[in-house]
C-alpha cells in the first residue's frame, strides 16, 4: 500500500510531528509510514485521512500486488 | 491503542535497577559460601540460606528483565505493538531453539532450566530496543 501523506503534509504546511500529535502516534510512525515501511491499522488511517479532510482513498492507495 | 497489561514507563527504571542489585548481592552470597541451588540439589526446606538467595539473585534478575521487558514506552502506539509481538514470537524461536537444541545435547537439567528464565526475556529486550533504535536512527537520518 502506498499514500501520499508527504504531499499532504506538505499542502497542509504541518510537519511530521504536528501530525503525529494530532493523531495520537509517535514521530516514528508516521516516518515509518510514509516511507511505506509500516502499514498503519485501519482505525490509524482513518484518522490521519480525516486530519487532511480528505476521504482515504485519496490518502492510502492499493499498489500492485496487494 | 490502549495499551493492557503492561507496567508504566518508570518501571524500566526499577527493573534495570532489579537487575542490577543482583550482581552484588550475587558476589555478596556466594562469597560467604551460598549456593545457588540450581548449582546443587536443593534442600526440601522454604526459606533457608541457600533459598533465599536464589530469591535473592535468579529471581530477582528474572523479575527485573520481565518489568523492563514489559514497560511502556512513552508513546506506545499501534507500530510499538506490531515490534513488540514481533520481537515476542522471535524470543519465543530462539527459546525454544536453544531449548531443544540443550536437551539434546546437554544433560544438565537444572542449568536449562536457568538459562530458560533468561533467554526470552534477553532476546526480546535485545530485539525490541534494536528495532527501536533503528526507527530512531532512520528518523534522524531523515531530520
Known amino acids: 500500500m502506498k499514500n501520499n501523506i508527504r504531499?499532504?503534509?506538505a499542502i497542509k504546511n504541518i510537519t511530521q510531528g504536528e501530525l503525529a500529535e494530532q493523531v495520537g502516534v509517535s514521530r516514528q510512525t508516521i516516518n515509518t509510514i510514509e516511507s511505506n515501511k509500516y502499514v498503519p491499522s485501519?482505525?490509524?488511517?482513518?484518522k490521519i485521512a480525516r486530519v487532511f479532510g480528505k476521504p482515504l482513498e485519496e490518502v492510502f492507495m492499493l499498489e500492485e500486488g496487494d | 491503542m490502549k495499551p493492557h497489561f503492561l507496567f508504566p514507563y518508570w518501571c524500566r527504571y526499577l527493573g534495570w535497577g532489579l537487575v542490577i542489585a543482583h550482581v552484588p548481592m550475587s558476589i555478596i552470597g556466594r562469597a560467604n559460601?551460598?549456593?545457588?541451588?540450581?548449582d546443587n540439589p536443593p534442600t526440601q526446606s522454604l526459606f533457608?540460606?541457600?533459598?533465599?538467595?536464589?530469591?535473592?539473585?535468579?529471581?530477582?534478575m528474572a523479575l527485573g528483565l520481565f518489568i523492563v521487558a514489559f514497560s511502556r514506552e512513552k508513546i506506545e502506539d499501534e507500530q510499538?505493538?506490531?515490534v513488540r509481538l514481533d520481537s515476542l514470537r522471535w524470543a519465543i524461536y530462539i527459546n525454544y531453539l536453544v531449548l531443544i537444541a540443550s536437551l539434546i545435547f546437554i544433560f544438565d537439567t537444572a542449568h536449562i532450566?536457568?538459562?530458560?528464565?533468561w533467554v526470552p526475556l534477553i532476546f526480546f529486550i535485545i530485539r525490541?530496543?534494536?528495532v527501536i533504535y533503528r526507527?530512531?536512527?532512520s528518523l534522524s537520518r531523515e531530520g
Open chain 2, 113 to 117: 532450566l536457568e538459562l530458560n528464565l
Open chain 1, 7 to 9: 504531499v499532504e503534509r
Open chain 2, 33 to 38: 559460601g551460598m549456593i545457588n541451588p540450581l
Open chain 2, 48 to 60: 533457608t540460606g541457600e533459598h533465599l538467595f536464589f530469591i535473592c539473585t535468579s529471581l530477582v
Open chain 1, 42 to 46: 485501519t482505525v490509524l488511517a482513518l
Open chain 2, 80 to 82: 510499538i505493538w506490531h
Open chain 2, 128 to 130: 525490541f530496543r534494536w
Open chain 2, 135 to 137: 526507527l530512531n536512527r
